[in-house]
């Protein structure tokens, strides 16, 4: 009986750590584009793929919490989604492009997102990593706004894999624009499921301390 309960606290101390550390390897990342100088509609591209596809861990970007995007989207690659539920872009599709194309409206002054980073684990350390790549574009959608960068790219956020599975390196990538660009990390927002696994765990943890205290 000691045995079996010993056991059994074992296991809901590892799920409550699981769920605690699942909080703790999340990436986000909130995106703002200054756009006071510009007006009107416009586009926003923006594509999650690996630097080298040979040599690719599988991973994801999360997008959410959005500011001034519009109605219309196309996508390319592995996106799925929408404006109301957030979109998730993956690295996964055998074309290599993997992108998002939507309509932003300028005139409220900026463009703003977050977006997380998950992925799988990588023990060799041997993935090049995967881009997140921001630009903007006319209403036409052919021409790139606020930079000179050859890329046409905003920001550019690298995702390297860590050895645990969802957790990883950030690296941004210095570009030549001239819209004011801001990137700031931000304190991951647990998912529901993760708050009631790790309650759920401890709560158990308690009683079982309760029962054994009264026996």
């Known amino acids: 009986m000691f045995t079996t ?54 991973a994801s970007v999360t997008l959410s919490d959005f500011i001034g995007f519009g109605s219309n989207a196309e996508i390319n690659g592995a996106v799925s989604g929408s404006l109301a539920s957030g979109y998730t872009i993956s690295n996964t599709d055998a074309s290599g492009l993997n992108d998002l194309f ?12 977050n977006v997380s980073f998950s992925g799988a684990a990588d ?7 995967s881009v997140f790549a921001v630009a903007l574009y006319d209403a036409t959608g ?3 706004l606020g930079t000179t960068d050859t890329s046409g790219s905003l920001v550019q956020l690298n995702w390297y894999a860590g050895t645990t599975a969802n957790a990883g390196t950030i690296v941004s990538t210095p ?11 931000v304190s991951a927002v647990p998912e529901p499921s993760s708050w009631a696994l790790m309650a759920g765990g401890l709560a158990l943890l308690g009683l079982m301390r309760r029962r054994q205290q009264a026996a």
């Open 123 to 129: 023990p060799a350390q041997s993935a090049s990593g």
């Open 142 to 144: 052919l021409t790139p």
């Open 175 to 185: 570009l030549v624009n001239s819209l004011p660009t801001s990137v700031t990390a």
């Open 5 to 58: 309960s010993l056991t059994l606290r074992r296991s809901l101390l590892a799920l409550a750590l699981s769920a605690c550390a699942s909080l703790a390897f999340a990436s986000t990342y909130h995106i703002e584009l200054n756009t006071s100088s510009l007006s009107g509609d416009g586009w926003i591209d923006l594509q999650f793929n690996p630097g080298n596809f040979g040599s690719m861990t599988a």
């Open 102 to 113: 939507h309509s932003v409206d300028y005139s409220g002054g900026k463009i703003a997102f």
